[in-house]
Nanobody
Framework: QVQLVESGGGLVQAGGSLRLSCAAS????????MGWYRQAPGNQRELVAV???????NYADSVKGRFTISRDNAKNTVYLQMNSLKPEDTAVYYC?????????WGQGTQVTVSS
């Protein structure tokens, strides 16, 4: 089992920054990937950024150049640095991890960007 706990969401003005953190715990040696998804009201959950084994990263086109994903393997923690935030970034952000092709999800943290 893998438990994911997010922190760092909140309210910020457009152009501002936030940093999300997600700590993984449980009975595992390593996770295949860790990343972030988001879901705005009325929308489907979408990938924001993911970091796979070996450090390979993928970003949604809408956040490239503004968001940076990083991972501390020693702490089993993944971070999402979000800069130049826009109102359209407003959503619940979910931490995600994969282990042996099984997905795990955090409880979500709200990010609200005011114009």
């Amino acid at each position: 089992q893998v438990q994911l706990v997010e922190s760092g969401g909140g309210l910020v003005q457009a152009g501002g920054s936030l940093r999300l953190s997600c700590a993984a715990s449980g009975s595992f040696i390593r996770l295949d990937s860790m990343g972030w998804y988001r879901q705005a009201p009325g929308n489907q959950r979408e990938l924001v950024a993911v970091m796979r084994t070996g450090g390979v990263t993928n970003y949604a086109d809408s956040v490239k150049g503004r968001f940076t994903i990083s991972r501390d393997n020693a702490k089993n923690t993944v971070y999402l640095q979000m800069n130049s935030l826009k109102p359209e970034d407003t959503a619940v952000y979910y931490c995600n991890a994969y282990r042996f092709n099984h997905p795990y999800w955090g409880q979500g943290t709200q990010v609200t960007v005011s114009s």
